[in-house]
């Protein structure tokens, strides 16, 4: 899942990487960045340790908070 939510001053970025089979999983900020044309935004999702890991599904979700700019996001 990717999308954005604009709030008055503010854009929201939220990305999911849906369903995993266990806990643990993280969600890491690659690169964010903006030019004149777009802001630019590239995630990984993080495996969890081994021994952290929970047999319940989990479903990680990051959400930024930004400052609107009225540019476009590209979610790479």
């Known amino acids: 899942m990717k999308l954005t939510y604009v709030d008055g001053k503010d854009r929201y970025l939220i990305i999911g ?22 802001i630019y935004v590239d995630t990984c999702l993080m495996g969890p340790k081994e021994q952290n890991t929970k047999n319940a599904p989990s479903y ?17």
């Open 17 to 38: 990487y849906g369903k995993q089979n266990t806990g643990g999983y993280s969600i890491s900020i690659k690169d964010l960045y903006a030019t004149e044309n777009a």
């Open 60 to 76: 990680p979700v990051i959400v930024l908070q930004i400052s609107e700019m009225g540019l476009p996001v590209v979610f790479q």
